[in-house]
């Protein structure tokens, strides 16, 4: 008699395991509130800094003042927003990061002076704070294992289309020349984040784990699982009893914790690349055509939309920490071909200057799914809020001392700027190796679990 032979994954399971599409079924309202929300701030984003100049009397540097101002002020809020997501769980917060956001965008039609700038802009920035304490936990709580890297990729190309999609509605407003649509912009930025709270209201299931890894294809990828199951619950090692620290001294007592915080707050500097430093460095330093920068964000955002899930998915097998050292390289690499920009001239300056950026986009796909979800679910429970909010901090190292880097170094040194940026994203990168061997157990193969399953 025959030994049984295990049943092939359904076809459906194996076409979403290879496009890198996460189980959607009844998560329909998850994915519909992820695009509304990024729908709407897709509209409003590139509208943000003119409103104030358009609809009231303030100054551009006024206007510049009370975001600078307002972004200050909004810092000391992370912490707290990641013990509001660690007390009442990240679907409530995030209901409330939605109606606060709300709340902040009327308050910016009521805005006639400077500290009214600034107190609106304070609660915007405030509900961004706890959006990024909350929206990744709330995802750890859908799924875990590569099914986990698979929500976070799949929604990160949703939310670059939804975003570009936004973009062209609002500015097919404001290029009716009619006076009211700055704040039909706003008033319809808010509707969508009240909708967004709305979907969010209703509690949502929890995920199927992922499907079981065949071992060839472990095998295949070259790498293998991580010994033990992924963290983001809390565990510890078989025979030792639980540790007692909970809140703040779970995070600030963990080295592991500490060291992701570190290497994080080193590789985020590479985000700058595409969004600050290549307007000033391409244009102003380069002399290339004002158009290069705006292709390269288009190009950046077409590649996120088109590839994120389906590279996700490829990468699967991998570890983690592995994986966003991978992309560290990637980003160097960038570096090197920016570097090498001087050098150049014409069509080849342009064609250097486009792959950098499917260069530098490649390593953002590829870093980005694995680094959201190893943050994700490598601090206790308990802490996940707090730990959340402190990650959230290290891309705020970057977006408050990258202008002033860049503003100092760029068109005098721009050789020095790049050697910086190198040693920063070699940090980054080495940072995650280092600890991924200090570790493995937690900063492993996002499909451990399944495999063990």
Same mark, same amino acid.
């Given at each position: ?132 304490? =909350? ?177 996700? =998915? ?41 792959? =950098? ?57 721009? =050789? ?38």
């Amino acid at each position: 008699m025959s030994r049984p032979t295990p049943h092939a994954p359904a076809a459906p399971a194996r076409w979403r395991r290879a496009l890198g599409v996460p189980d959607l079924s009844g998560q329909g309202r998850i994915v519909a509130a992820t695009a509304l929300d990024t729908f709407g701030a897709g509209m409003f984003t590139p509208l943000s800094f003119l409103f104030f100049l358009m609809t009231t009397d303030l100054t551009v540097a006024q206007v510049g003042l009370g975001t600078s101002v307002a972004t200050l002020l909004s810092i000391p809020l992370t912490p707290i927003a990641g013990m509001a997501v660690d007390r009442w769980g990240p679907r409530v917060s995030l209901i409330s990061n939605n109606l606060l956001a709300a709340t902040g965008y009327l308050c910016y039609l009521l805005v006639d002076s400077l500290p009214a700038l600034v107190a609106s802009m304070l609660v915007v920035l405030g509900a961004d704070r706890m959006y990024w304490a =909350a929206w990744p936990a709330f995802v750890a709580d859908l799924a875990e294992g590569a099914e986990l890297d698979r929500w976070y990729a799949f929604t990160a190309a949703g939310k670059n289309a939804s975003v570009a999609v936004g973009g062209v509605v609002g500015g097919l407003l404001l290029a009716s020349d009619w006076s009211g649509a700055p704040m039909l912009i706003v008033v319809l930025n808010a509707s969508t984040s009240v909708l967004t709270a709305l979907l969010f209201w209703k509690p949502v299931r929890q995920a199927k784990p992922a499907e079981p890894t065949a071992p060839e294809d472990t095998a295949a990828a070259g790498t293998e699982p991580a010994p033990e199951p992924e963290p983001g619950r809390a565990q510890v090692p078989e025979g030792q009893p639980a540790p007692a620290r909970s809140g703040w001294r779970a995070v600030f007592a963990d080295r592991i914790l500490l060291c992701v915080l570190a290497s994080q707050t080193a590789l985020a500097f590479a985000w700058l690349i595409p969004t600050l430093i290549l307007p000033v460095y391409l244009v102003k330093v380069q002399d290339l055509p004002a158009w290069l920068p705006s292709t390269a964000l288009t190009v950046n955002a077409l590649l996120i939309v088109a590839v994120q899930s389906t590279l996700t =998915a490829r990468l699967g097998t991998v570890a983690r920490s592995r994986v966003i050292s991978w992309a560290a390289v990637l980003m160097l690499a960038t570096v090197g071909l920016l570097a090498l920009l001087p050098l150049t001239g014409g069509a080849v300056s342009i064609a250097l200057v486009l792959g =950098a950026v499917i260069l530098f986009t490649t390593g953002q796909m590829t870093a980005t799914p694995a680094v959201v979800a190893l943050s994700a679910t490598l601090a206790p429970h308990g802490a996940r809020g707090r730990f959340l909010s402190l990650f959230n901090l290290t891309w705020t190292v970057s977006a408050t001392t990258g202008p002033a880097l860049v503003g100092a170094l760029v068109e005098r040194q721009a =050789a020095l700027l790049w050697v910086v940026l190198a040693c920063l994203v070699a940090l980054g990168g080495l940072g995650y190796r280092f600890t991924g061997g200090l570790a493995p157990h937690r900063l492993g193969s996002p499909r451990a679990r399944s495999a063990e399953a």
